[in-house]
């Protein structure tokens, strides 16, 4: 069985020669071209680059919101509808996406409620994961009623009462200003130290890219291709501080760099 | 609502009020003018003032256009010194229209919610259902009323279910309308987070796409249940009924009753006015109870 050999080699996400082809009015648009990538459990990869260059397509090829045009892929061994009928990932969109009728409480319970979880195995799930993003206390409030980094935090609780082992995030933090971000991302990362989940994690922030991931994955568009993927040694249990230290500023200046050559190409035409 | 937007939101209303108020008493002396010159004419007196002329247009019996206080008193008349049961109560005429014209809403409103929900499950029902549905509008309903009663008749149905069945007919049209588009109204992040819950059509169903269309329903109630009173008057028009706010116009016109015409219609579009207004109060509540009131 693939799925036990996956689970052996600890391979949550394996891609290979990947290729996606939007087919528009104005002729064909190659938002991913050859896209090779494996992903092991207990990774926090991030897939930074400019926009267009298909790192949200990419994470909805993988939660099965878009369909590769060529290659395979495989979510913890199967396909990624199946993995997705399995419900196996948490997702985590740009905007909260939180349904405005719904309490933040009832908001978390939504996925729950889906699967058809008991009623008190989810009160205790809503309550641990509103604690968990330092909500407690607002389960009665509309989302309205909270400011946007709290409404984030409470859609990251939603992803993860279902429990998953694989977190995909697409740009969650992008909309938040740079204090509620550096928090949020600390919060994020004490997590995965805590809970050993696979993360892969859509960003356009250097610095979030390089503070959060074991792997960073710089991709460069038209067509959409990933241009270099580098490997990070900080520790897991990192500070905020971390980002003063040599090792962070070289792995950053790696990114910037890679961003640079990925976009070099586009520079002429304008 | 705090005390001073309340006076906020009356304040334009009385305005309004007065300034058509004014009008309607200029109109109603130009309009009535000619009549009161022809009766001091024909008594063969021309000793009358300006003034004469103005209060008579007032108090006329049959005007072309009464005053508003003689359509008031007329009104106060029929609803108040009147016995419910009385044959020239306005309130018993306005019960009679009003029980077609909510039953028609009721039946139009579940008839509208029902097509809306198969048009936007079915792409083949989208394209096959909505341009007929357009067309409905389209015929005057002046024109098929009496047939649809006549006919209905004929097949043993009679009383309030043929006028109901007018104002279902006016009615559904604006409920699918609004329902098809407050189906389709959740947010593309919505309806993926759905999906990555792997979510049957009924839990997206019950859960997105239902709850977020209940303020499109009720917008297209408002105008529903207005134009199903005016599907119970119309309805009441060619049947020559004997009972019904559209039976009182119908009578007024006969013998030339324009004060009680026009007290008719006065009280149709108040009857109009609070059922707006009600749906509208259901319908904040609603949005209240689902948390949506800083949005409505």
């Known amino acids: 069985m693939t799925t036990e050999e996956s ?34 459990q207990g990774d926090f990869v991030s897939l930074i680059g400019p926009s267009g260059c298909g790192k949200t397509t990419l994470l909805r090829v993988i939660a099965d919101l878009e369909a590769a045009t060529k290659g395979t892929i495989s979510v913890n061994g199967v396909t990624p509808e199946q993995a ?12 909260a996406a939180l349904y405005p009728w719904r309490t933040i409480a009832k ?9 058809g979880i008991g009623s008190a195995e989810r009160k205790r799930r809503v309550q641990q994961n509103l604690e968990l993003v330092n909500l407690g206390g607002f389960e009665k409030k509309y989302p309205w009623q909270l400011s946007g980094g709290m409404q984030q935090r409470a859609s990251i609780a939603r992803a993860l009462a279902v429990e998953p082992d694989l977190l995909l995030m697409d740009e969650p933090f992008g909309a938040l200003d740079e204090i509620v971000r550096d928090h949020l991302n600390e919060q994020l990362l004490s997590l995965w130290a805590k809970t050993n989940k696979t993360v892969v994690f859509v960003t356009h ?8 991931s074991s792997r960073i994955v710089v991709m460069s568009p038209r067509p959409g291709k990933i241009h270099d993927v580098i490997e990070s040694h900080l520790p897991k249990q990192r500070s905020l501080d971390i980002r003063e230290t040599p090792e962070f500023l070289a792995l950053a200046n790696r990114v910037r760099d890679g961003l640079r050559a990925g976009h070099s190409y586009d520079e002429p035409e304008l | 609502m705090n005390p001073k937007s309340a006076t906020n939101n009356i304040i334009p209303v009385i305005v309004v009020l007065s300034i058509i108020l004014l009008l309607w008493y200029v109109a109603a002396v130009f309009m009535n003018m000619a009549w009161e010159k022809d009766q001091y004419e024909r008594a063969d007196n021309q000793q009358y003032t300006l003034v004469d002329l103005v209060s008579g247009t007032m108090k006329q019996e049959r005007p072309v256009l009464p005053a508003p206080h003689q359509v008031a008193q007329e009104v106060y008349k029929t609803t108040v010194e009147k016995k419910i049961t009385s044959k020239r109560s306005l309130i018993y005429h306005s019960g009679i229209t009003l029980s077609s014209a909510l039953l028609g809403f009721g039946l139009g409103t579940l008839l509208g919610i029902l097509l809306a929900i198969a048009i936007v499950y079915n792409r083949a029902l989208n394209k096959s259902f909505m341009p007929w549905v357009i067309a409905s509008q389209t015929i005057p309903i002046l024109a098929i009323a009496p047939m649809v009663i006549v006919v209905l008749n004929a097949i043993g149905i009679q009383g309030l279910l043929p006028k109901a069945f007018i104002s279902m007919y006016l009615s559904f049209f604006p409920v699918v309308v609004g329902m098809v588009k407050g189906l389709n109204a959740p947010e593309v992040s919505h309806r993926d987070l759905m999906k990555t819950y792997n979510a049957s059509a009924a839990q997206t169903f019950w859960k997105l796409r239902l709850p977020s269309s209940l303020p499109y329903l009720f917008t297209s109630m408002k105008i529903a249940v207005a134009i199903a009173m005016v599907g119970a008057i119309v309805a009441e028009l060619p049947t020559g009924a004997v009972a019904g706010l559209g039976a009182r116009l119908l009578a007024g016109s006969y013998y030339g009753q324009t004060i009680q015409i026009w007290s008719a219609l006065v009280m149709a579009s108040i009857l ?6 009600f749906i509208g109060l259901v319908g904040k509540l609603v949005n209240r109870r689902m948390g949506l009131s800083s949005h409505a």
Not at chain 1, 107 to 115: D, Q, S
Not at chain 1, 205 to 212: D, G, N, Q, R
């Open chain 2, 272 to 277: 109009a006015a609070l059922l707006v207004m």
């Open chain 1, 84 to 95: 997705r009928m399995q419900r196996a990932y948490g997702y985590v969109f740009q905007a």
């Open chain 1, 205 to 212: 922030s250097i610095p979030e890219a390089v503070y959060l």
């Open chain 1, 7 to 40: 689970s052996q080699t600890g391979k949550v996400i394996e891609i290979d020669d990947l290729s996606l082809t939007f087919e528009t009015s104005d002729g064909p648009v190659y938002a991913l071209s050859d896209i090779n990538l494996s992903i092991e």
């Open chain 1, 107 to 115: 908001n978390v319970a939504l996925p729950l409620e889906i699967m």
